[in-house]
Nanobody, 120 residues
């Protein structure tokens, strides 16, 4: 089984920074691609960034604008999202996602989300 636990969300002022963390736990799994999605109030869930096990990254053009950086630590089965120069429009629930191969097959795992609120 695989579980994703997100942390690092909270309230931050515009222009501030946050680092989100998502740790995968369990046994009998191997994670390939991990990513961050977000869902703002009244909007659809959208991709923020994704990263492969080898470190190749992809960023959503509309969301990142050079402000966010995704990274991972394979030894810790953890993915991070460094968010700088946060804006009110970044306010959303941020979800961690992982594509995982387990002993019984391939699965997609989602975290429960962590709320990021950017407000003065």
């Amino acid at each position: 089984q695989v579980q994703l636990v997100e942390s690092g969300g909270g309230l931050v002022q515009p222009g501030g920074s946050l680092r989100l963390s998502c740790a995968a736990s369990g046994s009998g799994f191997s994670i390939s691609t991990m990513g961050w999605y977000r869902q703002a109030p009244g909007k659809q869930r959208e991709l923020v960034a994704a990263i492969t096990r080898g470190g190749n990254t992809h960023y959503a053009d509309s969301a990142v604008k050079g402000r966010f950086t995704i990274s991972r630590d394979n030894a810790k089965n953890t993915v991070y999202l460094q968010m700088n120069n946060l804006k009110p429009e970044d306010t959303a629930v941020y979800y961690c996602n992982a594509d995982s191969t387990t002993i019984i097959g391939d699965i997609e795992v989602w975290g429960q989300g962590t709320l990021v609120t950017v407000s003065s």
